[in-house]
Nanobody
Framework: QVRLVESGGGLVQAGGSLSLSCVAS????????MGWFRQAPGKEREFVAY???????YYADDVKGRFTISRDNAKNTAYLQMNSLKPDDTAIYYC????????????????WGQGTQVTVSS
């Protein structure tokens, strides 16, 4: 079955960096667009970035220039490198496998990992 497992979250000071990983199994990872989303307490899940099967990337405006999404198809893994972190980046970060529709909407993704907590202190 499809499985997505995120890791790499933690506590970091503002201005610091974290690198998240999403290991996929149960499907042909290389042909799917993968996305990263985040959800802060009391807020809806919001788009962070996606990477297409061919490597095309797209970012939310508030992370552009600070975050980098990448993938290693040989390792069935998607990554999110986060630099210059801000307290507003605090959230649970989820990776998802796109199904159909707009790539920046959570409803367009059919499988999700359990999430990894990122906390940025001021």
């Amino acid at each position: 079955q499809v499985r997505l497992v995120e890791s790499g979250g933690g506590l970091v000071q503002a201005g610091g960096s974290l690198s998240l990983s999403c290991v996929a199994s149960g499907f042909t990872f290389s042909v799917y667009l993968m996305g990263w989303f985040r959800q802060a307490p009391g807020k809806e899940r919001e788009f962070v970035a996606y990477i297409g099967s061919g490597g095309i990337t797209y970012y939310a405006d508030d992370v552009k220039g600070r975050f980098t999404i990448s993938r290693d198809n040989a390792k069935n893994t998607a990554y999110l490198q986060m630099n210059s972190l801000k307290p507003d980046d605090t959230a649970i970060y989820y990776c998802g496998r796109w199904a159909s529709g707009s790539s920046s909407l959570p409803a367009s993704y059919e499988f999700w990992g359990q999430g990894t907590q990122v906390t940025v202190s001021s």
